[in-house]
């Protein structure tokens, strides 16, 4: 549905916009409350990042608008989700295009698979899980350690890198950090040590950190904390495990998921655009201590993990009338 708005948001003049100056001069403030669909507490800066240009042909607005417009000839548009979590925009799209099937949390699909057959290596993650972060997850007491990914295509600076480090070693609270190797960004001035964390970093975290190259890991019981960029693939996980969250929203829709997480749902707290060591720290002291925040946040991810453990029956049930009504019925080239 956020794509889905650029139509209104075009049609009203607001986008694209005029000049770049519109991005740093507070126009992308602007309340956009009446979007179907969509939050009441939408700003213009909360939409999928698209949005963000001068060009009214800019290749990533046009396609992302083109495809979800196209949506409504499927025969079926298949969702990652649960109906208690987006009721407001599942309705909206419904009365667009019928044919929904909500069948998240997958995670949850993914557990009524018999072990031992063919489908044992079904996973949603892109890169191969290292499995030796369980084990040392198995060490620490429930609700302790900060889980640290930022997803499998985000990037950022060296320097947003080292900020991050010490904002998790200042925080004081044990941490489980995936790095992948391609995380900082590669410029003209970037070397491959940009990539790596300080020795003083490693050395200051001994015996409460762990860096490993990739694992989803949001369901087990050591996890109080997710500092995320806010993919939707993340969000769902940390919902149905019931983890609270920091967010650092990259591109694409995880500005518009970080905006429901922390205002809709109540489970998260934003990092802020400009990465400082002071305040990674900090809001990270605040989700894991005994404040009143932090303690509101696990109240709600609690709530939200009850509220997909419930709705497994039905996603169970929207994936066999999917298979029935959809895959089985020669309609299958047609579902999105």
């Known amino acids: 549905m956020g794509y889905r708005n650029f139509r209104l948001l075009i049609d009203m003049g607001i986008i694209p916009l005029k000049g770049e100056e519109q991005l740093t001069n507070g126009f992308m403030d602007m309340a956009v409350d009446w979007a179907p669909g969509m939050s009441k507490h939408m700003r213009l800066k909360d939409f999928p990042t698209f949005l963000r240009t001068t060009d009214r042909d800019d290749i990533l607005m046009t396609f992302q608008l083109r495809q979800v417009e196209r949506a409504e000839e499927a025969d079926a548009v298949v969702l990652n989700t649960f109906d208690e979590l987006e009721r407001p925009a599942l309705d909206v799209m419904r009365a667009i ?7 998240g949390p997958l995670a949850f699909l993914t557990e009524q698979i018999p072990p031992g057959g063919p489908l044992d290596d079904i ?19 429930p609700r302790s350690v900060v889980y640290v990914n930022y997803g499998s295509v985000t990037v950022m600076s060296g320097h ?19 790095v992948r190797p391609d995380v900082v960004t590669r410029t003209a001035a ?32 050591a996890v109080g904390l997710f500092l995320t960029h806010s993919g939707w693939n993340s969000t769902v996980e940390a919902l149905s495990g019931g983890v609270p969250m920091l967010c650092w929203p990259f591109f694409a829709e995880q500005q518009t998921n970080c905006r429901y997480k922390c ?24 989700a894991m201590g ?19 453990a419930r709705a497994r029956g039905r996603s169970l049930a929207n994936l066999e009338r999917l298979i029935g009504d959809v895959l089985l019925s020669g309609k299958k080239d047609r579902v999105i």
């Not at 947003?160 to 904002?167: I, N, P, S």
């Open 263 to 286: 205002v809709e749902w109540g489970v998260a707290m934003e990092v802020g655009d400009s990465v400082r060591r002071e305040a990674v720290a900090g809001r990270i002291r605040e």
């Open 123 to 141: 996973s949603p993650s892109l890169w191969r899980e290292d499995d030796a972060c369980l084990r040392w997850l198995d060490g620490r007491n």
């Open 190 to 221: 970037a070397t491959a040590a940009e990539a790596a964390l300080p020795r003083e970093f490693t050395e200051a975290t001994k015996g409460r950190g762990l860096v490993a190259s990739w694992r989803r890991c949001c369901g087990t019981r």
């Open 97 to 103: 295009t019928p044919a929904i099937y909500t069948v």
């Open 160 to 178: 947003e890198l080292e900020e991050f480090a010490w904002g998790l070693a200042g925080s004081g609270h044990d941490f489980l950090w995936i």
């Open 290 to 308: 005994g404040g009143e925040k932090g303690k509101e946040m696990r109240r709600r991810a609690a709530e939200w993990k009850e509220a997909a």
